[in-house]
């Protein structure tokens, strides 16, 4: 497991949590540790996110309906509990990742302006 | 009900599954040790590596919870918490608690059902009618200020030419019976006008109400409107009611519509079951004691008066107005009105007020009632804020800590308030409960007592008033109990932590004070309220009727429902009074139209005194009886002088008659002088007094003595009458045989009723003995509260004092001189409350006059037994705590706290 150092590591952004548990469910049900550890290994190791936070945010979905619990056994044969997504949780990760990428572009052209043609008429 | 189910509902929704979390977080640490084991960890490092990864369990769970948990309903968690703490430390002062309890159930349930009945009287006397306290009353009177009734001219007259009213209708109750033969029964019937529905604005939820066409012409017009309660008990709401036939006294009518189901007529406290047209009433045997025999004759004569005209007044005419108008039209036909008594002016009242009305009855008792119900409220909610008080020097200690641990004062403040009003609740709810479910047991009991009379009181449950009454002595509860709970809250915490209780500042000592002496007094006011009725009640048990009612039987006949002619009607009676004499277990048999002791006001006829010129404005008009040979045997009435009726006082003899001995003394000063003396009734033949009788309570037990004469039957006939029998076995056997010697003379002939006389007597006393138990419930409950009350904050001042008794006894003082100085405290206070309280009592002597008899409202004997007992209670209250202090070893009163 590769290290990387505290300071190197990102802040999540506001909001954005949901939308990676979400996304990480895409592949499949996964209990809460799994999540955790899919979303620190896909981010290499960057983005870590604190079980304090990782739970409330799996407790809002599931209140929300975008994500449904149940008991079941773990590939290593642990009894875990294991986050679904729903119908809506599919249509809801579609709309997030629109907007996200929305965001990312409107962030992008504050950062680096690109002149576009025409733009002093 | 629906609320637990939805939270139970909801409750997954709501909550987080504390338990089903827990597996969650084991089955993550499990799994991220194992991982770590995998990689090749030791085991107990790896947990605890996977626990510091985890973090804070408590925080996370904490977080999760506030996903599922609105902000409200944590805010609700923090209230039942506090309820929660609340009912456990109150259950741990069961007596305190059942005590407040008790006595707000009580207070609410009683309040609440005077304060009903009340609002029913005054707001509502006439049920399915809106607005009906609107309504006013035209009657008239006369110079000695008795009301009289008017003739159907004289109202006809109004109703055409009175501008104050937008209508005038008229309506007479009568009894008649319904049906043929035997299996009739005596209903309650209003003679009413064509307007009457149109004014009421009743309508008919079958067929139609009666109009103003039924008013053509007397005597035609053989139709009914019935009650929906007498569709549905005899027709069984048959559908097809409107066209049909029914007798009433034997005269056939055909119903027209079925009124509205929540009218009962306009006769307070009477269920009026069927409407005629008033034009029938001579058809029914009414002649309203006209001399005119044909039905037209009866229309026309002023003398035949039997209603009082009402309807509601003109927008913007005020009652003065209405007076003023009415009076003019009535001076103005003056001349038309030939007899030398009629009223020499008219009157208007508010319905409520309606001459000998049942509301003019009932309505003092119930202000007194609920006048003295309020001073119950007041005790109680004394009693609530000492007990509170007390409460408080308890819980110095409790609550010191919690302001030490700190809590904030809101916090502390909102604890003792909710321990307010989860004490005052049960006893709010129970009062409801006692409010709404006495209600309808008094009804019931009052109508079950009327029987076979059907009766109907205008009182629903209202939900408004008991609601109002229930808010109002649970806030004053929780106000009352909330400003000691305040200061128990100022509590000085240096103080309490040095162990030192004993009381700071005079604030404490002043309210404590003020507390007794209001309870004192009030309950003071209380007492002297029931004793009052108490010597009420044994008055009227020991007063002397005037006759005999015991072994005596009476049965009720009415020949002219059976359509019997005079003639008949004399040889019947004559017959069935020879059939009954013949019978052994009947001592005497007789009979009268009216019973003593009536309740109801009865006949009254204008009388003439030979050699006696009345003044301007006085009203020679007395209450009168017809009875049968006999008469005064059967009731044991004593003959003071001359003879009682005989049969030779028939048609044929010379007019006689017997008066009592009020009147007797009134005109000639002796019994003895009255006999031979001659005198007339309402300008009849003059006849002679045989006989002068002795003074019976004609109406009411309570009543003054009062002027009466008695006609002969046989010379004065009437179809309705009561059969008098004095028996020698059981009343009620003797009832069942009546009916058998009735039965065969006319196996059809109706009999209204047949029973003792005695029962009857007591049925009729029931809404004085009724009133009279309820002030004396709220006399003693008050009386205890008081008690109770002055106990509790005697003691409380005893035990905020153990330390000083304990130097006192230590230092070498007698048990006895510091019993007397608690008492000498005590009964300052006692004597000051009595004090306020004998002022108090004598202020509302004037409200409780009304419902008392044989006994003045400044009775010495009540006032020095209020005195008594509430001195003895405060003796009681300040010596026991004392002297029980007093015995204890004075080093562990001074180790006390």
């Known amino acids: 497991m590769a290290k990387t150092p505290d300071d190197q590591r990102l802040e999540l952004l506001q909001g954005t949590l949901d939308m990676l548990v979400l996304r990480t469910l895409q592949w499949g049900p996964q209990h809460g540790h799994g999540i955790g550890q899919a979303i620190r290994s896909q981010s290499d190791d960057l983005l870590r996110v604190e079980t304090g936070s990782l739970y409330p945010a799996l407790h809002r979905l599931v209140k929300r309906g975008w994500l449904k619990a149940e008991w079941g056994v773990s590939q290593s044969n642990q009894r875990a509990k294991f986050y679904r997504l729903t119908p809506e949780g599919k249509k809801q990760l579609a709309r997030e990742e629109s907007r996200w990428t929305q965001l990312v572009n409107a962030i992008g052209r504050v950062m680096k302006p690109v002149p576009a043609p025409g733009t002093e008429e | 009900m629906r609320i637990l189910d939805w939270l139970t509902r909801r409750r997954r929704d709501l909550d987080l599954d504390e338990k089903d979390f827990e597996a969650e977080i084991r089955a993550h640490l499990t799994i991220a040790t194992e991982e770590r084991v995998a990689d090749g960890a030791d085991r107990a490092d790896a947990h605890y590596a996977a626990l510091r990864e985890f973090g804070n369990v408590t925080r996370t769970t904490e977080e999760a919870r506030r996903v599922w948990t609105p902000e409200w309903l944590e805010r609700l968690r923090n209230l039942l918490s506090d309820v929660r703490y609340a009912v456990r430390s109150l259950a741990r002062n069961p007596i305190f608690s059942l005590t407040v309890i008790a006595v707000l159930t009580l207070g609410i349930g009683l309040n609440a059902a005077v304060f009903t009945m009340l609002k029913a009287l005054a707001l509502s006397p006439v049920a399915g009618v809106r607005g009906s306290s609107n309504i006013a009353v035209v009657y008239g009177e006369t110079n000695a200020g008795r009301p009289l009734r008017l003739s159907y001219p004289d109202y006809r007259y109004l109703r055409d030419h009175d501008q104050a009213f937008a209508g005038l209708f008229g309506s007479a109750v009568a009894n008649v019976g319904l049906g043929r033969g035997r299996n009739s029964r005596v209903i309650w019937t209003e003679l009413v006008t064509g307007n009457y529905f149109q004014i009421l604005g009743v309508r008919a939820i079958t067929g139609r109400t009666l109009l103003p066409n039924d008013e053509i012409a007397p005597g035609r017009?053989?139709?009914?409107?019935?009650?929906?309660?007498?569709?549905?008990?005899?027709?069984?709401?048959?559908?097809?009611?409107?066209?049909?036939?029914?007798?009433?006294?034997?005269r056939t009518f055909t119903i027209v519509g079925v009124a509205d189901p929540t009218f009962h007529g306009t006769t307070v406290v009477y269920d009026v079951e069927a409407y005629l047209p008033v034009m029938m009433a001579p058809e029914l045997g009414f002649t309203f004691g006209s001399r005119e025999t044909t039905a037209a004759g009866i229309f026309s004569d002023r003398r035949a008066t039997f209603f009082y005209p009402q309807g509601y007044l003109r927008p913007g005419i005020t009652p003065e107005s209405a007076v003023a108008q009415t009076n003019a039209l009535w001076t103005a036909t003056a001349g038309e009105r030939p007899r030398a008594d009629a009223p020499a002016q008219l009157r208007i009242v508010p319905f409520r007020q309606t001459p000998n009305g049942a509301p003019t009855y009932i309505l003092p008792t119930l202000i007194v009632l609920s006048a003295m119900g309020v001073l119950v409220l007041m005790i109680a909610?004394?009693?609530?804020?000492?007990?509170?008080?007390?409460?408080?020097?308890?819980?110095?200690?409790?609550?010191?800590?919690?302001?030490?641990?700190?809590?904030?004062?809101?916090?502390?403040?909102?604890?003792?308030?909710?321990?307010?009003?989860?004490?005052?609740?049960?006893?709010?709810?129970?009062?409801v409960l006692l409010a709404a479910n006495g209600i309808p047991v008094l009804v019931a009991y009052a109508e079950a007592l009327a029987e076979p009379q059907r009766i109907f009181f205008n009182i629903e449950v209202d939900r408004f008033v008991i609601g109002f009454t229930a808010l109002i002595a649970?806030?004053?509860?929780?106000?009352?109990?909330?400003?000691?709970?305040?200061?128990?809250?100022?509590?000085?915490?240096?103080?309490?932590?040095?162990?030192?209780?004993?009381?700071?500042?005079?604030?404490?000592?002043?309210?404590?004070?003020?507390?007794?002496?209001?309870?004192?007094?009030?309950?003071?006011?209380?007492?002297?309220?029931?004793?009052?009725?108490?010597?009420?009640?044994?008055?009227?048990?020991?007063?002397?009727?005037?006759?005999?009612?015991g072994q005596v039987v009476s049965v009720a006949l009415d020949l002219k429902q059976s359509g019997y002619e005079e003639a008949r009607g004399r040889r019947f009676y004559r017959d069935l009074l020879a059939s009954m004499r013949g019978d052994s277990t009947i001592e005497a048999a007789t009979v009268a139209t009216y019973e003593p002791m009536n309740v109801v006001l009865t006949r009254a006829q204008a009388v003439a005194i030979e050699g006696y010129e009345p003044r301007r404005d006085e009203d020679l008009t007395y209450l009168t009886n017809t009875a049968a040979p006999s008469y005064f045997r059967t009731l044991r009435i004593p003959v003071l002088a001359g003879r009682e009726f005989e049969e030779r006082d028939d048609e044929s003899a010379a007019p006689v008659i017997i008066v009592n001995r009020t009147l007797a003394e009134r005109f000639w000063g002796s019994a003895g002088a009255a006999i031979g003396k001659r005198m007339r009734v309402a300008e009849g033949e003059w006849r002679t007094i045989v006989g002068v009788a002795g003074d019976v309570k004609y109406l009411l037990i309570n009543e003054p003595p009062r002027p009466y004469f008695y006609l002969p039957f046989l010379q004065s006939y009437?179809?309705?009458?009561?059969?008098?029998?004095?028996?020698?076995?059981?009343?009620?056997?003797?009832?069942?045989?009546?009916?058998?010697?009735?039965?065969?003379?006319?196996?059809?002939?109706?009999?209204?009723?047949?029973?003792?006389?005695?029962?009857?007597?007591?049925?009729?006393?029931?809404?004085?003995?009724?009133?009279?138990?309820?002030?004396?419930?709220?006399?003693?409950?008050?009386?205890?509260?008081?008690?109770?009350?002055?106990?509790?904050?005697?003691?409380?001042?005893?035990?905020?004092?153990?330390?000083?008794?304990?130097?006192?006894?230590?230092?070498?003082?007698?048990?006895?001189?510091?019993v007397g100085q608690f008492l000498?405290?005590?009964?300052?206070?006692?004597?000051?409350?009595?004090?306020?309280?004998?002022?108090?009592?004598?202020?509302?002597?004037?409200?409780?006059?009304?419902?008392?008899?044989?006994?003045?409202?400044?009775?010495?004997?009540?006032?020095?037994?209020?005195?008594?007992?509430?001195?003895?209670?405060?003796?009681?209250?300040?010596?026991?705590?004392?002297?029980?202090?007093?015995?204890?070893?004075?080093?562990?009163?001074?180790?006390?706290?």
């Not at chain 2, 069984?236 to 009611?241: A, K, L, T």
């Not at chain 2, 649970?474 to 128990?488: E, M, N, R």
């Not at chain 2, 004192?520 to 009052?532: C, E």
Request: net charge positive; proline share 4%.
């Open chain 2, 381 to 431: 909610c004394a009693n609530i804020a000492g007990l509170v008080l007390v409460r408080g020097v308890s819980r110095r200690g409790e609550i010191a800590m919690r302001l030490a641990l700190g809590a904030g004062r809101r916090r502390i403040l909102r604890l003792l308030f909710v321990e307010n009003l989860v004490l005052a609740m049960p006893g709010a709810f129970l009062g």
């Open chain 2, 718 to 818: 009437r179809p309705d009458m009561i059969v008098h029998l004095r028996v020698k076995g059981s009343v009620e056997v003797a009832a069942r045989q009546a009916r058998e010697h009735v039965a065969a003379l006319d196996p059809d002939l109706p009999i209204e009723f047949a029973r003792p006389m005695a029962g009857r007597i007591q049925g009729a006393t029931i809404f004085f003995r009724l009133a009279a138990t309820m002030l004396t419930i709220f006399g003693i409950a008050g009386m205890v509260l008081a008690a109770m009350g002055t106990y509790g904050l005697v003691s409380y001042t005893v035990k905020q004092s153990t330390h000083e008794i304990g130097i006192r006894i230590a230092l070498g003082a007698s048990a006895n001189s510091v």
């Open chain 2, 474 to 549: 649970c806030g004053s509860a929780v106000v009352f109990g909330f400003v000691p709970a305040l200061q128990s809250s100022r509590v000085d915490l240096v103080a309490v932590i040095n162990e030192d209780a004993a009381p700071r500042g005079a604030a404490r000592g002043r309210m404590r004070a003020a507390l007794v002496v209001a309870q004192v007094s009030v309950s003071f006011m209380l007492l002297v309220g029931a004793g009052l009725v108490t010597r009420t009640l044994e008055a009227a048990k020991n007063a002397y009727p005037g006759f005999d009612p």
């Open chain 2, 221 to 250: 017009h053989p139709i009914v409107v019935i009650s929906e309660g007498l569709w549905r008990r005899d027709f069984g709401s048959d559908p097809d009611i409107v066209g049909k036939n029914i007798e009433i006294n034997s």
């Open chain 2, 824 to 897: 000498a405290r005590g009964l300052r206070l006692g004597v000051i409350g009595a004090v306020i309280g004998i002022i108090g009592a004598l202020a509302a002597g004037g409200l409780i006059r009304s419902v008392l008899f044989g006994v003045s409202a400044t009775d010495v004997v009540s006032f020095a037994r209020a005195l008594i007992v509430v001195l003895a209670g405060v003796t009681l209250a300040s010596v026991v705590p004392a002297w029980r202090a007093a015995r204890t070893n004075p080093l562990s009163g001074l180790r006390h706290q």
